[in-house]
T-cell receptor, first 113, second 113 residues
Framework: GESVGLHLPTLSVQEGDNSIINCAYS??????FIWYKQESGKGPQFIID?????DKRQGQRVTVLLNKTVKHLSLQIAATQPGDSAVYFC????????????FGKGTKLTVNP | NAGVMQNPRHLVRRRGQEARLRCSPM?????VYWYRQLPEEGLKFMVY????????ESGMPKERFSAEFPKEGPSILRIQQVVRGDSAAYFC???????????FGPGTRLTVT
């Protein structure tokens, strides 16, 4: 069935380190993926997206990697800052479908000063 | 450019009452999505609407829940005869047509007492 899961529910890093958050998806037909950041009491905030015809996309301090062979998605955050502390969700959708997003449970990132 | 707006931000209802949640999409966005989030969990898709049309309601409970997106005015998620299990954060997202990123509002936190 449709599901997006994450390998680790929590991640703790030191300020300045790089963070890697992983995500496994089950629907091989999914072709659009998004990473969201959610701070406590707020709505999800778009970070970066990637389409299935790409395997890597870079933004400001963030990189998303997509491995379709093993249905794995990762978010890399460079030089992690205290303001990066939040819950991170990956989400998938299928082009030509209803465009609904299927979310995983999230990884809570804590950045220690 | 105002983002997605939701109101109220917090809503308290007694069991059996009705809850009405409102969502105004971003300017220029014609697609609206509703998601529900339980504590410590990811978001679960409920319904996807375009103006005057329900495109996908596969995530909506069969009873007590309804949604609309009229030609004029905000999208409304309506929950009749609320029960304690309806207590959750309800998020609205909007996007332009196509498989683009969905932008989320701040959410409505519904508490049923």
């Amino acid at each position: 069935g449709e599901s997006v899961g994450l390998h680790l529910p929590t991640l703790s890093v030191q300020e300045g380190d790089n963070s890697i958050i992983n995500c496994a998806y089950s629907n091989s037909a999914s072709d659009y993926f998004i990473w969201y950041k959610q701070e406590s009491g707020k709505g999800p905030q778009f970070i970066i997206d990637i389409r299935s015809n790409m395997d890597k996309r870079q933004g400001q301090r963030v990189t998303v990697l997509l491995n379709k062979t093993v249905k794995h998605l990762s978010l890399q955050i460079a030089a992690t800052q205290p303001g990066d502390s939040a819950v991170y969700f990956c989400a998938e959708t299928l082009q030509g479908g209803s465009e609904k997003l299927v979310f995983g449970k999230g990884t809570k990132l804590t950045v220690n000063p | 450019n105002a983002g997605v707006m939701q109101n109220p931000r917090h809503l308290v209802r007694r069991r059996g009452q009705e809850a009405r949640l409102r969502c105004s999409p971003m300017k220029g966005h014609s697609h609206v999505y509703w998601y529900r989030q339980l504590p410590e969990e990811g978001l679960k898709f409920m319904v996807y609407l375009q103006k005057e049309n329900i495109i996908d309601e596969s995530g909506m409970p069969k009873e007590r829940f309804s949604a609309e997106f009229p030609k004029e005015g905000p999208s409304i998620l309506r929950i009749q005869q609320v029960v304690r299990g309806d207590s959750a954060a309800y998020f609205c997202a909007s996007s332009p047509p196509g498989p683009y990123e969905q932008y989320f509002g701040p959410g409505t936190r519904l508490t049923v007492t």
